[in-house]
Nanobody, 120 residues
Framework: QVQLVESGGGLVQAGGSLRLSCAASGSIFSISAMGWYRQAPGKQRELVARIPSGGSTMYADSAKGRFTISRDIAKNTLYLQMNSLKPEDAALYYC??????????????WGPGTQVAVSS
């Protein structure tokens, strides 16, 4: 019913920047919260940043001061600007959205992920 597709990942040198995007489509009535998570090999998936439909954004301590989350509500699109990237930021980055579907009900949707690699 709901599809999330991430883009913008790639290989960057330490200190560089990337901008991730996530486009939501499908049977969407509205989207409340959206967020970015990441999972490195051998580690659990962790929250990077989250943005509700209203209210303050929240960031993991590792992302504060370097990453900026934003969303275009009209386009159902989520962004993550990542600056000053470090090798430890390398991971598969997932988009998440809490969606009120057009037929009623709420779904917690995930994208397939976009890979971020950071060379030292």
């Amino acid at each position: 019913q709901v599809q999330l597709v991430e883009s913008g990942g790639g290989l960057v040198q330490a200190g560089g920047s990337l901008r991730l995007s996530c486009a939501a489509s499908g049977s969407i009535f509205s989207i409340s919260a959206m967020g970015w998570y990441r999972q490195a090999p051998g580690k659990q998936r962790e929250l990077v940043a989250r943005i509700p439909s209203g209210g303050s954004t929240m960031y993991a301590d590792s992302a504060k001061g370097r990453f900026t989350i934003s969303r275009d509500i009209a386009k159902n699109t989520l962004y993550l600007q990542m600056n000053s990237l470090k090798p430890e930021d390398a991971a598969l980055y997932y988009c998440n959205a809490v969606v009120v579907v057009a037929t009623g009900g709420i779904t917690w949707s995930w994208g397939p992920g976009t890979q971020v690699a950071v060379s030292s």
